[in-house]
């Protein structure tokens, strides 16, 4: 199963996110409800691997953390592109995100 770790985002940024995305053309966007921030892509992983990974992340837990939008681009092949967001953690939280 390919995965990744990920993050939820806010309901306040995905409503931001959905004005700005939806008004794009010719583009087929995911459901809103599954907008999300990728930490890191883990590629394929057996269903045993999944459960273990997702027993450990269900116990983690940090304080919220502020993020700055650096830029927006596209990655993949065309069919489907991919829309991405860097962005950047505010310094004075950086280490209690890389706890995770």
């Not at 806010?10 to 930490?39: A, M």
């Amino acid at each position: 199963m390919r995965t990744f770790l990920g993050i939820s985002i806010p309901e306040e940024v995905k409503e931001q996110l959905t004005s700005i995305c939806y008004g794009l053309p010719d583009v087929r966007w995911v459901l809103r409800e599954n907008f999300h921030i990728t930490l890191v892509f883990l590629g394929d992983q057996s269903n045993e691997q999944v459960d273990t990974l997702s027993e450990f992340c269900s116990q983690i837990s940090f304080p919220e953390f502020d993020l700055n939008l650096q830029s927006v681009g596209t990655f993949g092949k065309k069919n489907p592109l991919r829309f991405f967001l860097q962005l950047s953690i505010f310094p004075q939280n950086f280490y209690n995100f890389k706890k995770l």
